[in-house]
């Protein structure tokens, strides 16, 4: 069975950092890319970073470049988010999702399109408030 649980929400003021966890099983991380999405209230969900099977490239979206950093444990079959210089704005449930990436598929290809993550997580809040 697959699963995925994220972990590491919280409560953070602007300009902090949280580190958010997602802990798989039913699959390893070798087969699997894992991307971080998020959904704001009221809007819709935008995928935020990825970090794909194998060699494990990895894919941000702009408004996230330079203060998220995206790695994996495949031993420990967990994917971490590092995110730095929170902003308010960014205050949102964080879910983590499980795709398909095809053997000659880039995750940068990949990681904007939802419809290639199966398997999603419950969600974990991120709440950035002063």
């Known amino acids: 069975q697959v699963q995925l649980v994220e972990s590491g929400g919280g409560l953070v003021q602007p300009g902090g950092s949280l580190r958010l966890s997602c802990a798989v099983s039913?699959?390893?991380?070798?087969?699997?890319?894992i991307g971080w999405f998020r959904q704001a209230p009221g809007k819709n969900r935008e995928v935020v970073a990825c970090?794909?099977?194998?060699?494990?490239?990895?894919y941000y979206a702009d408004s996230v470049k330079g203060r998220f950093t995206i790695s994996r444990d495949d031993a420990k079959n967990t994917v971490y988010r590092q995110m730095n210089s929170l902003k308010l704005e960014e205050t949102a449930v964080y879910y983590c999702?499980?795709?398909?990436?095809?053997?000659?598929?880039?995750?940068?290809?990949?990681?904007?399109?939802?419809?290639?993550?199966?398997?999603w997580g419950q969600g974990t809040q991120v709440t950035v408030s002063s």
């Open positions: 999702a499980a795709g398909m990436q095809d053997p000659f598929e880039s995750v940068q290809a990949m990681c904007p399109m939802r419809r290639k993550f199966g398997a």
């Open positions: 039913g699959f390893s991380l070798r087969s699997r890319a």
């Open positions: 970090i794909g099977r194998g060699v494990a490239g990895t």
